[in-house]
């Protein structure tokens, strides 16, 4: 009998298609990531409404206000006092003027004595906060020069 | 004298794949780490300089539009109501609203539409999210037809906080 030798072969795989689809995908991750809303609090669960829609152009001076409870995992709340979150930070809202001062400071700073009336203050606040503290927070604000304030709102999609 | 050309053999450089096939596979991993799937949010407008809360400036020849929301104990809804009438406080309250002051603004080349401003005033405990409701239902609607956004009234503010007695 005689045997055929046969030739070693390394065998290549074609990497091409892999190498699109990686790229596809890398694409799509970076248009869907979103970088601006890092001020976003996850903890705030934001009414929704139909009309809330994003501005068409966006803001240049903004302070966003997060206001919201603590909640546990079932998203039950365990403290019935509404807070401000400022990261790890719990400031009850009627204290929060002596931030806004700061704050006042920072943008007449920065901007020039306008830059207080020109910067918008975002409240994102919990669908069950009393409205009396947003109401509060608007007028501790008024009171250190702020004039803009916009309400946010998950846009509802019907 | 002969002259020896060297002869250069075509030689196929092969890209070393490896190393960018890491890199992207850590970019692919990062990005898949960090994606958070935000829903898109939306705000109403609202401009309020000091001094020109709930008080009713000479120079304004309108006053604005009152809406009155008043809540119960738990912060829930009690009611709505648009210039001493009550509009119920069930869901359809705020399409009533909606529609009182659709009536009220008449059509949209109203010479002083532009002037109109709506003042909310809430119960202090009541849910935020119904003020929204109303400052939605005040001051626009979703066409049927085109699913767009119209506005009739631009101006919103707030009524003096109702701080609870004691």
Known sequence: MRYKQQQSTVLEPDMTPMIDVVFQLIAFFMLVTNFEQTQADERVKLPSDQLARPPEVAREKVLVVNIGFNRNREGEKTDPQAYIFEGDELIPVLDFGRRLKEEQRVANALYGPDGVKEMTIEIRADAETPTGLIQELIKLSQENGFEKFSLRAKQLVK | ?166
């Open chain 2, 1 to 166: 004298m002969g002259q020896r050309r060297s002869r250069v053999s075509a030689t196929k450089i092969e890209a070393q794949m490896a190393p960018m096939i890491d890199v992207v596979f850590q970019l692919l991993i990062f990005f898949m780490l960090t994606l958070k799937i935000i829903p898109i949010e939306g705000d109403f407008n609202i401009n309020m300089p000091l001094g020109k809360q709930a008080t009713e400036s000479p120079d304004v020849p309108i006053p604005p539009i009152k809406v009155r929301l008043t809540a119960n104990a738990d912060g829930t809804l009690a009611g709505v109501q648009f210039r001493q009438v009550s509009l119920g406080n069930d869901n359809l309250a705020f399409d009533r609203l909606n529609a009182e002051i659709g009536k009220l603004v008449g059509r949209r080349d109203n010479p002083y539409l532009d002037e109109l401003e709506v003042e909310i005033d809430a119960d202090y405990n009541l849910h935020y999210r119904h003020v929204i409701a109303a400052v939605s239902a005040s001051t626009g609607y979703v066409s049927p037809q085109t699913g767009q956004v119209i506005r009739y009234i631009e101006k919103v503010k707030f009524a003096p906080p109702r701080r609870p007695a004691g």
